[in-house]
């Protein structure tokens, strides 16, 4: 196996600081609305997936959820929502204010590889989620014209192969333009990031996925920039440490949902958190509600100056040049 070892402490690796969370309340929300997203529109889970759908209730409440799985089944799919999960959590977070550190820094690591001079093009963006493991990627080839880069080496892009087998995608477009939007496309890895530094990850199906996005299990809280080359492609890493406060609080919100599944809300122990625990009892209070409303309800923990369109399968467009 061709790995690479990445040391994000030397002078190569950039710092990426997201700052004090001002709105915690918000920020929470995010978390437990991509647990959500994820058990709603993850096609691969092997549970609920697309069982509810298959059973003709596509709109399923957590009270049936429960109900209809075994004791454990949270226990059995936790693992792979801190993977899958994550996918989710930051597509959502990239596509607010608070994730322009890491999105600004992408784009512009872009441009320095590609010999963009600013283009027209970089005026706007949206993060959306690809691969045909998720429902949200649905339309994904209709949201944007070409694939960036036009070529790597000698590869040029497949466009339904490359929606099909990445994780994210990356649109850039011109305010109000139908026709120029291009699709930038990268990888998240919730529990295996050292994989991101190996070439045989992006040898065949990930190809075409320049940046990537992933939790390293070792010490430290830091995020971490840097551009690696791989097979003679350059491409972009950000790396989250194992206790970076993104990758520990997301691993703590899908704690407190094992905790609701096996308790139930009327059992589930107090947090001592005010902001956490309000949205505890917003989830025990919305037990019984479609999924459906219950992920629009969340969204309206959002502040309306965070995003320009909503979450969801609507994606959020944010302004490059805001402040």
Not at 54 to 63: V, Y
Not at 147 to 162: A, G, H, M, S, T
Not at 196 to 217: E, H, M, N, P, R
Not at 251 to 263: K, R
Request: hydrophobic residues 35%; glycine residues 6%.
């Amino acid at each position: 196996m061709d790995r690479i070892q990445l040391d994000f402490s030397s002078n190569l690796a950039t710092p990426i600081n997201f700052g004090l969370i001002e709105n915690q309340k918000k920020y929470w929300a995010t978390h437990f609305y991509s647990v959500l997203q994820c058990l709603r529109y993850h096609v691969n889970m092997r549970y609920p997936g697309k069982h509810f759908e298959r059973m003709g209730n596509p709109d399923w409440t957590l009270a049936i959820l429960r109900g209809d799985a075994e004791p454990n089944f949270f226990s059995n799919i936790i693992d792979y929502l801190n993977n899958w999960g994550l996918q989710y959590f930051i597509v959502n977070f990239l596509n607010s204010r608070r994730a322009a550190p890491l999105a600004d820094d992408l784009i512009e690591r872009i441009k320095d590889i590609y010999n963009v001079d600013t283009p027209h093009w970089l005026t706007e963006r949206e993060f959306r989620m690809a691969g045909s493991d998720s429902a949200l990627s649905s339309g994904l080839g209709l949201a944007f014209g070409r694939v960036f880069p036009q070529k790597l080496l000698d590869e040029l892009p497949d466009k339904k192969k490359i929606i099909k087998n990445s994780d994210l995608c990356l649109i850039l477009s011109e305010p109000g333009s139908e026709t120029e939007k291009v699709g930038i496309f990268g990888e998240v890895e919730g529990v295996h990031g050292y994989k991101l530094s190996q070439a045989d990850y992006y040898d065949t199906s990930k190809y075409y996925s320049i940046f990537s996005i992933g939790v390293y299990t070792e010490k430290g809280s830091g995020l971490y920039a840097e551009n690696i080359t791989l097979n003679g492609v350059t491409r972009i890493v950000y790396k989250f440490q194992a206790d970076h406060h993104v990758a520990r609080d997301f691993s703590y919100t899908l704690s407190w949902f094992h905790n609701l599944f096996h308790q139930t809300p009327r059992g589930r122990t107090e947090c001592r958190d005010d902001d956490f625990n309000f949205l505890l009892n917003f989830i025990g209070e919305n037990w019984h509600t479609p999924i459906s409303e219950v992920l629009f309800r969340l969204r309206q923990f959002f502040d309306s100056d965070d995003t320009v369109n909503s979450f969801g399968v609507s994606p959020i467009i944010t302004s490059l040049q805001a402040t």
